[in-house]
Structures are given as C-alpha cells and as structure tokens.
C-alpha cells in the first residue's frame, strides 16, 4: 500500500508519509527521475511543479502491467505549513 493512502494519488500526512512515499515509487519506478521546473512560495504554502519520468516495475494500485513503457507525469504538488530544509 502506498504511504499516502489506500488508493494512488492521495494525501501526505506527515513527515513519516512523506519520507515514504519516494521510498513506494523507486520500488515501483527504479529509474525514477524527477525534474523540479519551478518553486512558487507565498507566505507558509509552496507550490513546485515538475516532470516524473521513469519505467514501472510494479502495479500501482493493483492496476496496471508491469514491466511497461517509460511512464511521463507532470505534476504540481501544494504544500502548507513549515519547511525546514535539511542538510
């Protein structure tokens, strides 16, 4: 099961969730790349956008065949709250 929910996507609780859910997607995308094409922040919320790439290995969700073809996704990811970077 994804660290994220019962079903893929879902919500992040959490820095526990959080620090997981690349953990899920490397097991099922072991060529995973992930391009950050822009930050956008205004006060405690940030928005990035970027670009996924990689070759599934696994179901996601019990769904699809694996292996399959090179998967794209672009997404944007919203974030609310405190952000402490880490070194």
Known sequence: MAPFGTT?????????AARETPQWLRARFPDLLIEIQSIVADGDMFAVRMLSEGTNLGKLGG??????PPA???AIQSV???VRAQA
């Open 63 to 68: 769904v699809g065949k694996a292996p399959g």
């Open 8 to 16: 893929a996507p879902g919500t992040v609780h959490g820095p526990s």
């Open 72 to 74: 794209f996704v672009r």
């Open 80 to 82: 609310r709250g405190a």
